[in-house]
């Protein structure tokens, strides 16, 4: 049986219809307020939506650390408010979705709450970096990011679960970096590393070999410039796509001065680190099986003049293998790719380029953003290119960030626990007073961000405690079919055939939530779901209210909220707290890290 979604007369009964999804479905009243666009901007209407929610308290905020330091000194001497420390509400549902990417139960607000220990919010970030969950939630975020999916056979479980004892460990980061571009394996499926640089892999013209002949089923320079454009871009945050293509000059004037000083042949250089690479599918009775490969460094220099499958003919040059960072070269009894990942490693763009990532991730904007479009001739306040920019908003906290980052032994723990004990980000997502535009790039306060599709599928679970046959954010690739993979797609999961994406809001994500048999199947008052235990287990229908509350949106209900749920429950008990359930979960308040 499906719930049926005509008693929706609680949402606009229950709580303030700004929040509600079925009140305002479309995308520039329901979501932007909360959303922040491309273009940087945070809407002035986000107190509409959280005038309901109790107030943070004022009063001065504390430097925690470097970070607020910088932060709050700029602020100060541009005479910009900030919004006040979050509440304790506020910051548990942040932190445990930022961290973990799952909503708090309803005892761990409580406990939280009852704590009344000046230390309690470094203590949970303690408990929460490093745990099962955390290991979880960025082993996905890898797996997306370096688009794991059946392009590495069966190898994709093998990497996702080195991903996991990686980040358990907080092993280096420089150290799994180096092993993933020098990764070699006579098959992928027994190491690790080699993963990454076999999902890579571009398929030769069809009917260009002969069985057997498992070589050419690869475009070998074609994969070697993929993988060239992906460590650019993960590692480094530099796009360098275009110059893949074309000469920089003529053609990015606009776009990146620092890709204007490169040329095709530099990339190429670039890719010659990879030139001695084959990628090599394994072969059962003359058929090669693709995603089951041999990577060594047996074959031939880069062809700076062959033809390419995904771009124009390859111009000419040298080959020789040169970073294109620094122009360094490979010392003759070096191996190139070794070489690659030490010189990647050690540059210092390569911490910037990381640090910065995590701190998008964690505070909804990088310093540079996008993340991976760093103009390296604009980082430098007191060397910038005529008519151009400064590119990061706190060049100096970069900087900053970078140095903690090599110091910590490229720990990503440690610079998880400096971001989020900062009181900047702890910061409030409630701003006292009207918000204007130019503050977006001083980080006034905390930006919220749309749950990922993962954590949105995995809050439904949690909160109804209705499980489905997976828990999104520890599978290896993406596994949602029918009903689940229209849902999940609505709200932005990834197909890893590209680039990850941030979660967008759209007119569909409201219906998809009120009419989805993923919401609609989970509230009801069967399968031992929440709804059915909590009326089995209370008589008293106030408490019935509040545990859903808690469960659901991680707090307790305004006694107005309280008074009209509880009279929906007298009137009838179990569509009551059907409609009850349902109605939070369609909330802004849920969708987002509120």
């Known amino acids: 049986m499906r719930y049926s979604v005509k008693s929706t007369w609680i949402l606009p009964a229950l709580l303030p219809a700004a929040l509600c999804f ?3 479905p479309t995308t520039s009243d329901a979501h932007a307020p909360l959303f922040r666009p491309k273009a940087n901007t945070v809407s002035k209407d986000s107190a509409r939506l959280t005038a309901h929610l109790p107030k943070p308290a004022a009063g001065p905020v504390a430097a925690r650390n470097f970070i607020d330091e910088e932060i ?3 602020m100060k001497r541009d005479s910009i408010p900030h919004a006040p420390l979050s509440t304790d509400l506020e910051f548990l549902r942040r932190v445990r979705l930022d961290l973990t990417g799952k909503i708090p139960t309803p005892s761990e607000v409580r406990d939280f709450l009852a704590d009344k220990s000046i230390s309690k919010r470094s203590r949970l970030i ?19 990011v370096l688009r794991a999916n059946g392009k590495m056979g069966r190898g994709h479980s093998l990497f996702h679960y080195a991903l996991k004892e990686s980040l358990a460990a ?10 993933i571009i020098a990764a070699s394996a006579k098959s992928n499926y027994v190491v690790a590393a080699a993963n990454p640089i076999v999902r890579e892999h571009v398929e030769g013209k069809p009917g260009e070999a002969a069985d057997g ?12 410039d993929e993988l060239t454009i992906l460590y650019g871009k993960v590692f480094l945050g530099i796009n360098l796509s275009c110059v893949s293509c074309h000469n920089g000059r003529g053609h990015l004037e606009r776009v990146n001065a620092y890709l204007t000083t490169l040329k095709r042949s530099d990339f190429f250089q670039m890719s010659s680190f990879l030139g001695g690479t084959r990628y090599i599918p394994h072969v059962e009775k003359s058929a090669a099986i693709m995603g089951h490969f041999l990577v060594d460094d047996f074959g031939g220099p880069y062809n700076t003049k062959a033809e390419s499958m995904l771009r124009t003919k390859r111009s000419g040059g040298p080959n020789t293998p040169k970073f294109v960072l620094t122009n360094a070269t490979v ?7 070794a070489e690659l990942g030490r010189m990647l490693t050690s540059h210092p763009q390569f911490a910037r380029a990381t640090v910065n990532m995590f701190w998008a991730k964690l505070m909804g904007i990088g310093i540079v953003d996008p993340y991976d479009e760093f103009d390296l001739l604009r980082l430098d306040p007191n060397n910038l290119p005529k008519g151009w920019d400064l590119q990061p908003s706190h060049p100096a906290l970069l900087e900053k960030l970078a140095g903690h980052f090599r110091e910590s032994n490229h720990s990503i723990q440690s610079l998880f626990k400096l971001i989020c004990n900062s009181s900047a980000y702890q910061l409030s997502a409630r701003f006292p007073g009207e918000w204007q535009e130019s ?7 905390k930006y919220v961000r749309m749950l990922t599709a993962e954590e949105l599928h995995d809050a439904i679970a949690d909160a109804t405690t209705r499980p489905g046959k997976f828990v999104a954010m520890q599978v290896s690739v993406p596994q949602a079919k029918g009903e689940l993979k229209s849902f999940m797609s609505a709200f932005g999961e990834s197909n ?16 998809t939530m009120m009419r989805s048999p993923v919401v609609n199947d989970r509230v009801l008052a069967a399968k031992d779901s929440r709804v059915q235990r909590l009326l089995d287990t209370y008589p008293d229908n106030a408490k019935v209210v509040d545990e859903l509350f808690l469960a659901t949106i991680s707090r307790l209900p305004l006694p107005a909220e309280r008074a009209v749920a509880v009279d929906a429950l007298n009137a009838n008990r179990v569509e009551g707290a059907q409609n009850l359930q349902w109605a939070l979960l369609n909330l802004v308040e849920f969708l987002y890290n509120l």
Request: no cysteine; glycine share 4%.
């Open 170 to 179: 907080d092993r280096p980061y420089d150290d799994w970096v180096r092993s």
């Open 126 to 144: 303690d408990k929460l970096i490093g745990s099962p969950e955390f290991v979880d939630k960025w082993a996905y975020f890898f797996m997306d």
């Open 72 to 74: 709050f000194a700029k």
């Open 496 to 511: 890893r055939g590209g680039p990850p994406r941030t979660p967008a809001p759209s007119p569909l994500q409201p219906i």
């Open 439 to 445: 503050y977006s790039r001083y980080y006034a306060r």
């Open 331 to 337: 010392p003759a009894e070096a191996e190139p790719r």
């Open 213 to 224: 002949d498992d070589l050419s089923k690869i475009n070998q320079l074609d994969t070697h």
């Open 22 to 24: 079925a009140q305002e």
